[in-house]
């Protein structure tokens, strides 16, 4: 197995053991306390600690010498955290329970903008690499559909207990296969040598370079949504006389995303900031007509026509990460990035909870405004003139400067 192919190997493992988490500790909290609260609030521990950590993990992957000892050990830590909730909750204090989650959650972004950010070392710039990052999305999406299936056929088959001890040994191989990775193969895993990035400079990055701030604040206010889909879609099932079909509509949602990625998100002839665009007005529509569903059935071909607009916004979002970011940033830039995402998902998911008594069309079809909203905020925020005729016209100043624009010798195809 090539580089690459151990890569996608790896980041399947790692992400399927991050997507079964949420099900799997609310499933074992209810089995051991009888609360799932308790369960929600292991996951908010879990979670909170992402959008902090993010720069942290993204600058310590800048500056590391030992790229191999970060990317394999954040992602064992991530597994010992899993392992360890699986003996601990219901049945250690609370504040130990929590305290190993949030140790746990600050792995978090190694597993998913940390390893994302691997990709441009592995494969040389072009057309190869776009499919590259497509290939990447569909690790996601992969893990989204799988995960809680299997979350919930080892709590039925044993216990929840078993469902943990599942993902935490898809943690400790992705741990291995992270290893045996030719990190030696790949500058962008290191900063330029003598001037390692500072803590600030992705922050900076995505502010300072238009086509990674418009991505970022359209992809951000887009999941304020996203993030309160999975409220919304048991809210909406119940509704439609299926109190318990809403993990239906959200496995549609991931099957669509998935058949999205593997599809549309592989088409490297659209410029990947129109390509996002398309995604969130596409996503968008097929929410806000799914919040009028007279059936459980329109609503779960809705929720997978949605899910085919998702999968390739992930894949043009790491593509303009990729291609905007500077080589000594690039993992501040991709953690931070995915950070942001996640902590917006869990601002989204509060706001629904205070809202819980409202209609539920009417919640999703607010969420379907965030999202239809981001594609003009990315269209307004998106420089006007395409990234390689700024590349032909200005010179290019300053560490890093050019980067936006070249990569490998190759050109970027005109556009964020």
């Known amino acids: 197995m090539d580089g690459f192919g151990r890569y996608l190997a790896a980041a399947v493992a790692a992400r399927f053991a991050s997507e079964g988490m949420g099900l799997a500790v609310v499933l074992l909290a209810l089995e051991r306390t009888d609360s799932a ?30 790229p191999r000892l970060l990317h394999a050990g954040a992602l064992a830590g991530f597994g010992a955290a899993v392992a360890a909730l699986a003996v601990l909750l219901g049945r250690a204090p609370a504040a130990a329970v929590l305290a190993v989650a949030v140790l746990g959650g600050a792995c978090g972004p190694m597993v998913t903008g940390g390893l994302s950010s691997l990709v441009a070392g592995l494969v040389p710039a072009g057309a190869g690499r776009d499919r590259a990052y497509a290939w990447d999305a569909v690790t996601y999406n992969a893990a989204a559909v799988s995960a809680p299936a299997a979350v919930g056929l080892a709590a039925a088959a044993g216990s929840a207990e078993r469902a943990l001890a599942v993902l935490a040994l898809a943690a400790a191989l992705a741990a291995a296969l992270a290893a045996s990775l030719p990190y030696g193969a790949a500058p962008a895993t290191a900063a330029a040598p003598g001037r390692p990035a500072l803590l600030g400079a992705g922050p900076a990055a995505l502010w300072r370079i238009r086509e990674l701030r418009a991505i970022t604040s359209a992809t951000t206010l887009a999941f304020v949504g996203l993030g309160s889909l999975t409220t919304c879609s048991v809210l909406l099932a119940g509704r439609l006389g299926s109190p318990g079909a809403g993990g239906v509509l959200m496995t549609a949602f991931a099957v669509g995303a998935l058949a999205g990625s593997l599809t549309l998100g592989r088409i ?10 398309w995604a969130m007005a596409g996503t968008g529509g097929a929410l806000a007509a799914a919040a009028f569903s007279p059936s459980l059935a329109v609503a779960a071909a809705l929720f997978a026509a949605a899910g085919v607009g998702d999968g390739p916004l992930l894949t043009a979002t790491l593509r303009i990460r990729a291609e905007h970011a500077p080589e000594d940033v690039r993992a501040q830039v991709f953690t931070l990035g995915a950070g942001l995402k996640l902590t917006a998902a869990s601002l989204g998911a509060a706001l629904v909870g205070f809202a819980a008594q409202a209609p539920p069309q009417w919640l999703l079809l607010g969420v379907a405004v965030l999202v239809l909203a981001s594609a003009p905020l990315h269209a307004l925020a998106a420089p006007r003139v395409p990234a390689a005729a700024r590349g032909a016209a200005e010179p290019a100043t300053g560490p890093g400067a050019g980067s936006a624009t070249v990569r490998g010798g190759r050109r970027s195809r005109g556009g964020p």
């Open 37 to 66: 609260a308790y369960g929600a609030f292991v996951l908010t521990a879990w979670l909170a600690p992402h959008v902090l950590a993010a720069p942290l993990a993204g600058a310590a992957a800048g500056r590391t010498r030992r």
């Open 268 to 277: 490297t002839g659209v410029e990947p900031g129109r390509l996002a665009r």
